[in-house]
């Protein structure tokens, strides 16, 4: 059983939260490009750019392409997709966990990984735990505090959990 990390260059994680910011109140798509390498008992992705998808359904508890995610592959390797999970779902699960609908998307292509944005209002900033399997940051505006909860994940043996590595500025910039 592999180990999963997936790093976070600094404009993509900065894209991922502003997508799902953007879409505050559906969930957002969008696809990740990038490396993915095996080491010894590692799987590693390293994401360089994320790209959303502008042509979407997008509904409070689900959200579908208009195309397929593996069809744009232009400068980098297409290593996976992302989405949220926002509080205006009918279930109003915000945690930062895969469907079963997930899960059968990412069986599709069991070599990718997803990224999960756990979107939710919040009263005050909490300091960060230092969970590496989940990251968190804030956006305050107008008024309004939300926390965005990212997390990852990959197939090895049925459904895994990696560590998500961002770089510390880029976190910060969201305290």
């Known amino acids: 059983m592999a180990e999963g990390k997936i790093y ?39 994401v360089e750019s994320a790209h959303p998808t502008q042509l979407a359904e997008r509904l409070a508890d689900r ?27 009918k279930s109003h699960i915000t945690r930062v966990s895969m469907s079963s609908t997930d899960v059968e998307y990412l069986k599709e292509t069991p070599e990718n990984i997803e990224i999960v944005i756990g979107v939710k209002k919040a009263k005050i900033k909490r300091k960060r735990k230092n969970n590496p ?36 500025k880029v976190l910060n910039q969201f305290k």
């Open 8 to 46: 976070f260059e600094a404009n993509p994680f900065e894209e991922i939260i502003r997508s799902a910011y953007e879409t505050l109140r559906v969930e957002c798509i969008g696809t990740l490009f990038g490396q993915k390498y095996e080491k010894k008992s590692r799987l590693i992705w390293i």
């Open 63 to 89: 959200v579908s392409s208009g195309c397929e995610r593996g069809d744009i592959d232009i400068l980098s390797k297409n290593i996976g997709g992302y989405h949220s999970h926002t509080m205006f779902r």
């Open 133 to 168: 399997l989940i990251k968190a940051c804030y956006i305050s505006e107008n008024g309004s505090l939300y926390k965005f909860e990212v997390g990852g994940y990959y197939l090895d043996k049925g459904l895994k959990r990696a560590e998500i590595i961002v770089p510390k």
